[in-house]
């Protein structure tokens, strides 16, 4: 299965397309193509690219465990849907996003 993923400009937070068409920062609630949705990934990449708040636009693997937790395959991925590996910091948000995070 694949997700839409992208970066939001302002904030710098990682977001995922929902079902509703949306961008936010939950992997859960990430609409996701199975591998015969193809076209559908395509639109959908080609709709969000004109987003121009939105940059790092890509798809990514993730798989679905039998309890529905939806998980990237790469370890890249998992850090960036968990946020940092080291303590002490928040993971980015779209709230209160008035500047672009260095």
Do not use: C
Not at 15 to 43: C, H, I, P, R, S
């Amino acid at each position: 299965m694949n997700a839409i993923t992208a970066n939001e400009l302002i904030s710098g937070a990682v977001v995922y397309l929902y079902e509703n068409g949306d961008f936010g920062v939950d992997l859960q609630q990430a609409k996701l193509f199975g591998a015969d949705e193809a076209g559908a990934l395509e639109t959908a990449l080609g709709k969000a690219a004109a987003i121009s708040r939105l940059v790092s636009l890509e798809e990514i693997d993730v798989e679905v465990s039998e309890t529905g937790v939806v998980w990237a395959n790469r370890l890249r991925e998992q850090i960036k849907a968990n946020g940092p590996t080291v303590g002490g910091f928040a993971r980015q948000s779209l709230e209160g996003a008035d500047h672009v995070s260095l």
